[in-house]
């Protein structure tokens, strides 16, 4: 089942109103990632301010999520001696059935679920759908209802919940964030169609076109039948048959067990018979005539091909919708702060924790297109993370800003964030506020120097090629030209001299034009703005006192950093070594998940510490200093190979290699990499990425010698990640073009209509005149003239009309082109998947991200051979 968005609150009242003191604890299962900690933060914030007790169970991966079904949701069904509840799913179980993975409905069972409701919120893509149109205890079976949709719980109508749904009685329940009931039409008919169809068995047969096998199917029926399709004999013919009605005639049998009753006919001949036979003529009498019979139904051969093709269709509608690709929608933290906002709970807290989840997303690229490079447009509204859906969720979260932290007005003073500088200390000793600013794209700027700041920036290394010494010739001239020394950019930025800092922007915004950085900083003309579009670029900061300020991208950054790597290491050397075990050995899978775990609760106490955050800054300076050098090493020693669908590299020779271990970490210098070979790309095409404007997606695989396996992951090239978002506007501006169109050319037809009846009555008055003037002589022939010159003129007022209305019909045809579904989607899923059943390499495929795999060492070079065959974007 799933929650419309307009119903998001419904579920949370309902547990409000019947939670009691003797009801078991809502048990959350939380993945491994920034997103996921901050909703689970704004959850559970929700939770306590109600006293409503909860558990927090970390998931890092699919045999985690399975042992979580087993030891904790299980026990919880009544059928097992639990009491029900609820199980919130954050990030966690969106692409499989859950159902089947938490042991909710056992095979064999006709009571499933008993009573364990499970809240999905998830921001992975594609659904199963199997949780959003079913996932629901089927009501018991009764004369009236027998198929799966009559059988669904009231308020329940196609998977979606209704106002008059009452929860409680278990089930998966998806939170829509609008896609479902805006994109999955077509899926949700071919799921409810094949629930309801009958089994049947597929023997692969081809079953043709449907228009042969009905006129096949008419062929036989009117061979067959005898009496509605023949002709009635005469009396006079009746010796000529005799032979012929003589003969036994067998029953015609279908392919199941019983046979087909033939058609009603007439009584067969009785050797010898007298014309005035009475029986005879009475019962021919009361015998219907034959074309009055009902024609034949089609023969159980037939309903069953055409059972077997309908579900084929559907089956294949399924089939495409899960082979699209990955990608990403909604944040989960964006979505709990709706909730927090339907329930009138929005603070500041709450707030911040939804802006560090959705900014924590553009940094590990997951955009509309999967793990992706981010997309660089010249329209910076539509450019980079989920494209305008992302522009109008980071609008709204401006918004929110202003209006929990208004302005201070009457104090006279002048605001840094106005005047162009980035805030770096607080305005009070109690101040806890956001704020808006222009931050540019450097990293962690406010705990490092500038010149560090400015090196380990993604956004710079691909753009200036700092690999290269040529590249850092580049960033020292940039540095040169806006009149900043090496000495005083390399000292703490913090205590940089201020006029500097004043003046950093506008040097930057001269400048940056120069070197292919046109997105580095907000410009001028996004400042003061208070509506529409207001601030775009702008990012956000919330200080603590005296004690720190920092911004959502900082605190992105080091939780993400606490969940890779650990508070507690700051060299290689520090790193933990994972036991040497074979990796299909259970026991190895589990000690690597409780190593991760620690990590998370480290992470979620960092977003509520803010010292405990500070302590986490020399960790993300650690590991994107390594990113830096790892990164730099393989372009400049050029280690990057090119197959046939993708490009690819291996860490296993760097000093830093245990730490790309963690999938969180490869992502991040996976994504590093491809977006410097984007940019060569656009750089060698003349702007535009390779594929059709996909761009080279990119595979990295880091080597992990204790465990003897690659950890792999596929990333996209940086092209059409935002496609369907910008589709969706454009198809929608196109449809009311469309429409004023369609109005303007209807008033245009009634003004021709009307000036061809008036010119149609000024003839035909004109034909009077002359009729009545050469009445005499030729008349006739002038006026069938007349007429064929009328017709003619006609027509061609008429030809030109529908030549007009066809030019304008194809134009608007090629307008309504769309790319295809799916365009620039991650397939690597998929096609690992593909991989692993036509090989026999010892592949783990455990992550919620289905880009990231592990492959044994030994069956690495054939696993990347096979991939190097299949298609790996959409």
Partial sequence: MYLPRQLISKLYLHLQNTRHPLSPPVLILVALETDALCACRILTQLLKHDYIPHKIQPVAGYSDLERAGTELVSPMMETRGGAGGVVVCLGVGGMVDLGTVLGLEPEGEENTFGGVEV???????????????????????????????????????GGRIERAYKPGKGGIIVMDDGDIEDELSKERDAYLALVDMPEIQDDGQDLGDSDEDESENEKDTG?????????????????????????PRQRRRS???????????????????????????????????????????????????????????????????????????????????SLASELGREDNDLLWLAIVGVTSMELYGRSSAGIAVAARRSDARVSGWLGMRGARIRQLLRDEVRRLNPPEIGNGRVLPETTGIIPTTARSPEDTSIR????????????????????????????????????????????????????QCKQSYAHMDMMLKRELRT????????????????????????????????????????????????????????????????????????????????????????????RFWEAYDALEDIEALKAGLPTAQYLHKAIFTTGTTILKKKQISH??????????????????????????????????LAEQEKEATGGRLAHGGRGTPLVVASLDDKRGVYVVVGTGGGGGPD????????????????????????????????????????????????????????????????????????????????????????????????????????????????????????VRIDSFEHCVVEVKKEDLSGFLESLSMKVVIG
């Fill in 643 to 676: 197959l046939r669908a993708f490009r690819m590299c291996v860490v296993k020779d760097s000093p830093d290699a245990t730490l790309f271990n963690h999938p969180g970490a490869l992502t991040k210098l996976a994504l590093w990499i491809g977006e410097a």
């Fill in 507 to 598: 040097k930057l915004l001269k400048y940056a034009s120069l070197y292919n950085l046109d997105e580095l900083v907000p410009t001028i003309d996004t400042d003061g703005k208070d509506r529409g579009g207001a601030k775009d670029g702008w990012g956000f900061v919330r200080s603590w006192g005296w004690r720190a300020t920092l911004s959502a991208q900082d605190v992105g950054v080091v939780v993400g950093a606490l969940l890779e790597v650990g508070k507690n290491t700051t060299s290689a050397g520090d790193l933990p070594a994972g036991p040497s075990q074979d990796l299909l050995d259970v026991d190895n899978n589990q000690s690597q998940s409780e190593e991760w775990i620690p």
């Fill in 723 to 842: 496609t369907k978002f910008l589709d969706r506007e454009s198809a929608k501006k196109r449809a009311e073009e469309k429409e004023a169109k369609a109005k303007a050319k209807e008033a245009q037809r009634r003004v021709k209509d009307k000036i061809r009846a008036e010119k149609k009555e000024a003839k035909r008055k004109e034909k009077e005149e002359k009729k009545k003037a050469k009445s005499d002589a030729g008349g006739d022939d002038d006026e069938e003239e007349d007429n064929e010159q009328d017709s003619d003129d006609d027509s061609d007022l008429s030809d030109s009309d529908s030549d007009d209305d066809d030019e304008s019909d194809q134009d608007e045809d090629e307008l309504d082109q769309e790319l295809e579904r799916g365009y620039g989607l991650n397939k690597f899923g998929t096609a690992f998947q593909d991989v692993v059943a036509e090989t026999n390499a010892r």
């Fill in 119 to 157: 809240w999905v919120i998830d921001s992975h893509r594609p659904w199963n759908l199997g949780n959003i149109f079913g996932g629901f205890p089927l009501e018991p079976e009764t004369e009236d209802a027998r198929t799966f949709s009559a059988r669904t719980p009231i308020g329940v109508n």
């Fill in 255 to 337: 392919n199941s067990s019983s046979p087909i009753p033939d058609s009603p006919r007439r009584p067969q001949h009785r050797g010898l018979i007298s014309l005035r036979d009475d029986a005879l003529f009475s019962s021919d009498a009361l015998e219907a005539p034959p074309a009055a019979q009902p024609p034949r139904g089609p023969s159980a051969k037939t309903l069953r091909r055409r059972l077997l093709r309908l579900r084929r269709e559907n089956e294949g509608v399924l089939r495409e919708y899960y082979r699209l690709g990955t990608s990403y929608s909604e944040p989960i933290s964006s979505m709990m702060y």
């Fill in 223 to 247: 061979d067959i039948s005898v009496g509605a399709g023949r002709k009635r004999k005469s009396w006079a013919d009746s010796d000529e048959d005799d032979d012929e009605d003589d003969r």
């Fill in 436 to 487: 808006l600013s222009p931050e540019p794209k450097f990293l962690l700027i406010r705990h490092w120097s500038l010149y560090d700041s400015m090196l380990h920036s993604p956004y710079l290394f691909s753009r200036l090629k700092t690999w290269s010494e040529a590249g850092m010739k580049r960033l020292h001239k940039l540095l040169a030209k806006m009149g900043v020394s090496l000495v």
